[in-house]
T-cell receptor, first 115, second 115 residues
Framework: AQSVSQHNHHVILSEAASLELGCNYS??????LFWYVQYPGQHLQLLLK??????LVKGIKGFEAEFIKSKFSFNLRKPSVQWSDTAEYFC?????????????FGSGTRLSIRP | NAGVTQTPKFRVLKTGQSMTLLCAQD?????MYWYRQDPGMGLRLIHY???????AKGEVPDGYNVSRLKKQNFLLGLESAAPSQTSVYFC??????????????FGPGTRLTVL
């Protein structure tokens, strides 16, 4: 069965530090990859997605992610975090393109930014 | 354009009581989903629908039923609530499950406590 692993459960950084959150998935075929963000008390919002083409994807608020097929990874990065980036981040995968393809979410990484 | 809305926002139930959560979307999406979010477990798919009049089981369907009588609405029912169903429930919708239009849009969530 497909799965998504986010190995960092809680990351604490100071403002202006660089960020990289890991995401690995298990599926050998075509995938769509997503990063969602959930700010405190709010619903999930899409940060960025990879569908096809350039494996380096740029999203909102200065976030980017790189799809490395050989490593089954889709790590999220931001060069300089802000206090407002405090949130929970979820990696997600859709394996294949059929109507039965369902999105699988990772368990999430809580990011805390010290002002 | 309200997007995805959920009713109610909060609810407290006693064990054995029943209730229905309502999800509505105004984006004419074909696909709709119900998830539950528990600490450290990310989002888990309960049931989903690929179009009006259709429903299918997700990862954790036991104890829940759903109906999609109208394209814009997706109802989640708990017939006999149990404390294990204490969770935050999110509804989502999307154009498709595969391809370029599979981004899921989420509602604000319903926080359910079962005593």
């Amino acid at each position: 069965a497909q799965s998504v692993s986010q190995h960092n459960h809680h990351v604490i950084l100071s403002e202006a530090a660089s960020l990289e959150l890991g995401c690995n998935y298990s599926y050998g075929g075509t995938v769509n990859l997503f990063w969602y963000v959930q700010y405190p008390g709010q619903h999930l919002q899409l940060l960025l997605k990879y569908f096809s083409g350039d494996p380096l994807v740029k999203g909102i608020k200065g976030f980017e992610a790189e799809f490395i097929k050989s490593k089954f990874s889709f790590n999220l990065r931001k060069p300089s975090v802000q206090w407002s980036d405090t949130a929970e981040y979820f990696c997600a995968v859709i394996a294949g393109y059929s109507s039965a393809s369902k999105i699988i979410f990772g368990s999430g990484t809580r990011l805390s930014i010290r002002p | 354009n309200a997007g995805v809305t959920q009713t109610p926002k909060f609810r407290v139930l006693k064990t054995g009581q029943s209730m229905t959560l309502l999800c509505a979307q105004d984006m004419n999406h074909e696909y709709m989903y119900w998830y539950r979010q528990d600490p450290g477990m990310g989002l888990r798919l309960i049931h989903y629908s690929v179009g009006e009049g259709t429903t299918a089981k997700g990862e954790v369907p036991d104890g829940y039923n759903v109906s999609r009588l109208k394209k814009q609405n997706f109802l989640l029912g708990l017939e006999s609530a149990a404390p294990s169903q204490t969770s935050v429930y999110f509804c989502a919708s999307s154009w498709s499950s595969g391809g370029a239009y599979n981004e899921q849009f989420f509602g604000p969530g319903t926080r359910l406590t079962v005593l």
